[in-house]
């Protein structure tokens, strides 16, 4: 089992940026695919972004695409969202995810995410 927490919310202007933390604990962080995702009030949990648990494979919501990038650390159990040229659009609750899995890709649905952190509040103003 895996525990994960984010870290790195906050409030920023438009056109700034932030990166958010993912630190999970274990020793078997490499084999876990990870994913972040948002959720805005009243709205649907989303992915925005998924890593494998290699690195070598990623997916971008287009909403965030050429904006936000996820990064991992395996020696550190960490996985990193850097976020640019931030929006107002962009508020909103961020979680991190975790499943472990063999296979060499990513995952984008919530239903495929065994472990969830607390989540961490990004908040964009105009």
């Known amino acids: 089992q895996v525990q994960v927490a984010e870290s790195g919310g906050g409030l920023v202007q438009a056109g700034g940026s932030l990166r958010l933390s993912c630190a999970a604990s274990g020793r078997t962080f490499s084999t876990y695919a990870m994913g972040w995702f948002l959720q805005a009030p009243g709205k649907e949990r989303q992915c925005v972004a998924a890593i494998s648990w290699s690195g070598g494979r990623t997916y971008y919501a287009d909403s965030v695409k050429g904006r936000f990038t996820i990064s991992r650390a395996n020696a550190g159990n960490t996985v990193y969202l850097q976020m640019n040229s931030l929006k107002p659009e962009d508020t909103a609750v961020y979680y991190c995810?975790?499943?472990?899995?063999?296979?060499?890709?990513?995952?984008?649905?919530?239903?495929?995410?065994?472990?969830w952190g607390q989540g961490t509040q990004v908040t964009v103003s105009s």
């Open positions: 995810a975790a499943v472990r899995t063999l296979s060499v890709g990513f995952y984008t649905r919530e239903d495929d995410y065994v472990y």
